[in-house]
């Protein structure tokens, strides 16, 4: 039985961007399997990590002298430093925001990269890896939209926080309609998360309506599925914090450099947790529910 379900999970890991996705526009939900959602994820990184490695390094020294360059370094976000003036540390909102897009930029070509290379099993090719194209735009937009969905809550928090009441009701019961959507809003997007594997794997998707309806029922999974691996990626990056500032603290300038760069590797590998999240929902919508009606059909 253990020998069996192993078969399966590694036969799913290497299914995983390697089957055709079939337009099926059945109204029917699908039932997506609660633990290869939660943990496949991270499962495909372990399983190709090495690889993941390879692909990361280049990304993650041009962020950080992107980083450097623009003075948003990862040292002059831990504390205040005595040297960080050596650093040439920016506080201005626009560089910061240049340095967030340029960044999301390169996280984007790095995306593409790291799905043909380590999730396709294609051979690498340099100029590829260095050339922004059409599809890296797409992914760019996409990341793009994704973070400022998620952003909704923290910005109605603001705007409740600063509000002004106003002696309306009406105006009032309108407000609260209107800045309350933000806290809802990331969930009703969760449901839509496979889109994104689409866009990343460059291919034919179906309309929004045919995710609407398949996922409806396993919104609970969805959100326990994500937030164990936001859990996971903050656990990681506060224990990487404490040991980054204890090292720069030993040696502030080697250990800067140091610690930019592994940083660096490490954001890169949440991104990648979370983009397996979107295609391992895919392959439940779409891949694994037609290989199974399949093998029910022969059977």
Wanted: proline letters at 3%.
């Amino acid at each position: 039985m253990k020998n069996k379900i192993g078969a399966t999970i590694v036969a799913k890991l290497k299914s995983i961007g390697n089957a055709e996705f079939l337009d099926d526009r059945s109204v029917n939900p699908i039932s997506i399997p609660f633990w290869e959602t939660s943990f496949l994820p991270i499962g495909i990184l372990l399983y190709r990590f090495k690889q993941f490695l390879q692909v990361s390094a280049l990304y993650a020294l041009l962020i950080s002298i992107l980083a450097f360059a623009t003075g948003m370094s990862y040292v002059c976000g831990v504390a205040d430093w005595e040297g960080e003036s050596s650093f040439g540390c920016s506080y201005s909102a626009a560089m910061y925001i240049t340095f967030f897009l340029l960044r999301l930029l390169i996280v984007a070509v790095f995306l593409k990269t790291w799905y043909k290379t380590v999730i396709c099993a294609e051979k690498a090719d340099v100029r590829d890896m260095l050339t922004i194209n059409l599809r890296d735009w797409k992914v760019f937009v996409g990341m793009l939209l994704a973070v400022v969905c998620f952003l909704l809550p923290v910005v109605s928090i603001y705007v409740l926080a600063d509000r002004v009441p106003n002696p309306d009701w009406r105006v009032e019961s309108l407000f609260f309609a209107v800045v309350s959507s933000g806290f809802w809003l990331p969930f009703v997007a969760l449901r839509f998360n496979s889109v994104f594997a689409f866009t990343l794997s460059d291919t034919k998707r179906p309309s929004l309506g045919v995710f609407w309806r398949r996922t409806a029922g396993n919104v609970l999974k969805i959100i326990v599925a994500a937030t164990m691996i936001m859990m996971l990626n903050a656990v990681l990056f506060i224990n990487y914090n404490l040991f980054a500032a204890w090292m720069i603290k030993h040696a502030f300038t080697v250990g800067s450099l140091v610690a930019d760069f592994v940083y660096n590797v490490l954001f890169l590998l949440m991104v990648s947790s979370l983009a397996c999240f979107c295609l391992v929902q895919k392959e439940a919508l779409f891949v694994w529910y037609a290989g199974d009606e399949n093998k029910d059909k022969k059977a």
